[in-house]
């Protein structure tokens, strides 16, 4: 990707993904800033971010609050514009054990945290790198962008609209020397998925998703997909007359917990 990034901030990372990329980009001369909708959610990170030599800022951002936006804005500005920005944050519900879907008020903060939310934070720092003519966006979207789930339909429409918009966005910035990557991930090991009962096809560890996001980032992948076997799949299996694909699919099917609240995960 050229120059290597020595400023890098990481929305979402006080667990899970976040917490894992975090963790892999802290070393000697790294400025990391991080988010949460808590700073005292990412003390932990912090802490072993600093033992490898970064320097680490935390921020409180919640993404569905428009005003929290804003202020993080501010405080972004002040400490510098970063050169690497990874938009990690999002948060998930699905299906009831007693067959009933995201209620209006999960629908709702899916749509904020995870698509306008994020929008409404990544512009403005995509602005700003488009006038210094420098920087590197990154979107964790999700597979379910591309094979939306019907377990959880308004979360697959969020990621959907956020890998949408960002690629619309790297083609209005590349002329501009900004890069924009979108990531589609599977299942990774997370709050989310410990939540989620039933087959999850491909899971991997949040620290291996890390590793793939950051390589792909390095090499300046537009996009960046894995795990690639689930992905050919996918592809195959939208290519199905619609009968056939709903029976193939019928085993991957897989409702919440019911002990368990929304996901408020915030690793994508």
């Known amino acids: 990707m050229g ?19 975090a963790m892999a980009c802290a070393a000697e001369d790294i400025r990391l800033i991080l988010t949460a909708r808590s700073t005292v959610a990412l003390e932990a990170v912090k802490r072993h971010c600093e033992l490898a030599g970064a320097q680490v800022s935390c921020l409180p951002l919640d993404l569905a609050d428009e005003d929290s936006v804003e202020q993080a804005l501010a405080l972004v500005e002040t ?3 970063p050169d690497l920005v990874i938009c990690n944050a999002g948060v998930f519900s699905g299906r009831r054990p007693s067959g009933l879907l995201e209620s209006r008020q999960e629908q709702r903060e899916q749509l904020a945290v995870n698509l306008t939310g994020t929008i409404h934070f990544t512009d403005c720092l995509a602005q700003a790198m488009k006038e210094r003519r420098r920087g590197h966006l990154v979107l964790v979207s999700s597979l379910a962008a591309i094979q939306p789930q019907p377990d959880s339909p308004v979360y697959s429409a969020s990621k959907a609209g956020l890998a949408a918009w960002g690629r619309a966005l790297g083609e209005d910035l590349a002329a501009h020397g900004v890069k924009v990557s979108v990531v589609y991930p599977g299942h990774i090991e997370s709050q989310q998925t410990a939540a989620q009962m039933g087959v999850l096809p491909g899971i ?65």
């Not at 290597?4 to 990329?21: N, Y």
Request: net charge positive; glycine share 10%.
């Open 3 to 21: 120059k290597v990034p020595r400023s890098i901030l990481i929305t979402g990372a006080s667990k899970g993904l976040g917490a894992a990329l």
């Open 204 to 268: 991997i560890p949040a620290s291996k998703a890390a590793s793939l996001i950051l390589r792909g980032v390095a090499r300046g992948r537009e996009r960046i997909i894995f795990p690639r076997h689930l992905f050919w799949l996918i592809l195959v299996s939208n290519a199905l007359p619609g009968w056939f694909r709903r029976w193939v699919n019928r085993p991957f099917r897989y409702h919440v917990a019911a002990s368990e609240p929304p996901s408020h995960e915030e690793d994508g």
């Open 79 to 81: 400490a510098g514009l």
